[in-house]
């Protein structure tokens, strides 16, 4: 890799995934250069390399040159921020994820630039071998996930989806473990190990469920752009009151398909997924900000606290007060 963000410019890594199972590898970076701030989380699992960036850039954008010579599986998480590859070959696939999206994609070979035009990046990217998915879906990856499985053996790009994926509730909650977790030493290491499996089962059963969806309910690539914007707008308002007549009549839809086509898409209802919005920021700011639960249920327009809390241990499973502790 080189870019001028680097200290040195040019960076060689080695063994970019390496198979340790003897014990969880695990380096934080605080790194302050060249306009960007923050931490940089680096664990080594077996066959598994997690990596979580939470950044601030003072500058508009930054790009990094880069080139391998080693196959992967990577699922890249842009939780804030964009990620845009371009390659050198005109004639090779790029890939971009925008905020809040996410995909995952295996490159036989890299180089090209990495583009990022954003403020602030908070990402997970989670990079597998191939012998891990060959002993994690042992003893036919083909019949588990024939298109990938077909990608690697001829040495081809292959992409989850050609768009890449708005971050599902459930998908949020499986990140915020990995980011969040608290664990050391061996059960750190089994904790992480097996939220990256339930990752992994979730993103395939639902790339399975999609290809018999688009069949049986013929979800057009127009209605598939406005429930993404449909996404957008509860992301960017979720404290806002919303009605389905509202929502719909933003993005040109009835409240019949909306209603429909969000649970294609969310697998849940429009104001579950709000409620799951909510509740996320709640917890951000009772557990990172200690501010008081009657507070944040006023913030998100609940009249009761009870019926704040109610909602909370509905859809965390545990009490707001737990967090305080």
């Known amino acids: ?17 390496r198979f340790n199972k003897e014990h969880l590898l695990e ?52 939780i804030e921020g964009d990620n845009e590859y371009c390659p050198e070959d005109p004639l090779e696939k790029g890939i971009y994820i925008p905020q809040g999206h996410y995909n995952l994609f295996y490159f036989p070979k890299i180089k090209g630039v990495l583009n990022y035009r954003t403020k602030r ?20 990856l083909k019949t588990t996930i024939p298109l990938l499985a077909e990608a690697i053996a001829n040495n081809t790009t292959y992409f989850m989806w050609e768009k890449s994926k708005s971050i599902s509730p459930k998908l949020y909650i499986l990140i915020e473990d990995i980011l969040q977790c608290n664990y050391t030493g061996a059960i750190k290491k089994a904790f992480l190990e097996s939220k990256v499996v339930e990752i992994l089962s979730y993103l395939f059963t639902i790339i399975n469920e999609e290809e018999n969806t688009k069949i049986n309910e013929g979800l057009s690539l127009s209605d598939y752009d406005k429930i993404i914007a449909v996404d957008g707008i509860l992301k960017s308002g979720f404290k806002e009151k919303h009605t389905l007549a509202s929502i719909a009549a933003q993005v040109g839809l009835n409240t019949f398909k909306l209603k429909k086509y969000f649970k294609i898409v969310f697998d849940t209802t429009v104001f579950n997924y709000l409620t799951r919005l909510r509740m996320e920021y709640a917890k951000q700011l009772i557990a990172e900000k200690d501010f008081p639960v009657s507070t944040v249920s006023e913030e998100l327009g609940y009249k009761n606290p009870q019926h704040f809390t109610v909602a909370f241990k509905k859809t965390f499973g545990y009490l707001p007060s737990k967090l305080k502790n």
């Open 121 to 140: 990046r908070k990402t997970l990217e989670i990079t597998f071998t191939e012998k891990y998915l060959e002993q994690l879906f042992y003893p036919d």
């Open 1 to 17: 890799m080189k870019s001028d963000i680097f200290k040195k410019e040019r960076v060689v890594v080695n063994n970019p995934i």
């Open 27 to 78: 380096k934080k970076i605080n790194y302050d250069h060249k306009g960007i701030i923050g931490v940089i989380t680096d664990i080594m699992l077996d066959g598994v390399h997690l990596v979580a960036r939470d950044l601030c850039v003072t500058t508009e954008s930054y790009s990094i040159e880069v080139e391998h010579d080693f196959t992967f599986v990577k699922l890249h998480i842009e």
